[in-house]
Nanobody
Framework: QVQLVESGGGLVQAGGSLRLSCLAS????????MGWYRQAPGKQRELVAG???????NYAASVTGRFTISRDNAKSTFYLQMNSLKPEDTGVYYC???????????WGQGTQVTVSS
């Protein structure tokens, strides 16, 4: 059972930055893909950013140019750097991984990001 622990959420003013972290309980080499989703109040969960084991990244159009996903293999951690935050970025952010050997995904517990105007 893979455990994912998120950190780094909080309250920030518009234009500010936050960095989310997702610490995995096993090596991220075991994952074929990793990334972040978010869910705003009253809305469906949406993909924010993803990264594959090969290093390919993809971003939601709304965050392209402002958010960056990265990983640190040695620390079994991946990150979401969020710059130029907007109130519409507010929501609960969830990290996820797709296990390459078990062929299923795992999710973190979520971390709240609130951007005030």
């Amino acid at each position: 059972q893979v455990q994912l622990v998120e950190s780094g959420g909080g309250l920030v003013q518009a234009g500010g930055s936050l960095r989310l972290s997702c610490l995995a309980s096993e090596s991220i080499f075991n994952f074929s893909a990793m990334g972040w989703y978010r869910q705003a109040p009253g809305k469906q969960r949406e993909l924010v950013a993803g990264i594959t084991s090969g290093g390919s990244t993809n971003y939601a159009a709304s965050v392209t140019g402002r958010f960056t996903i990265s990983r640190d293999n040695a620390k079994s951690t991946f990150y979401l750097q969020m710059n130029s935050l907007k109130p519409e970025d507010t929501g609960v952010y969830y990290c996820y991984v797709v296990h390459r050997f078990i062929a299923r995904d795992y999710w973190g517990q979520g971390t709240q990001v609130t951007v005030s105007s």
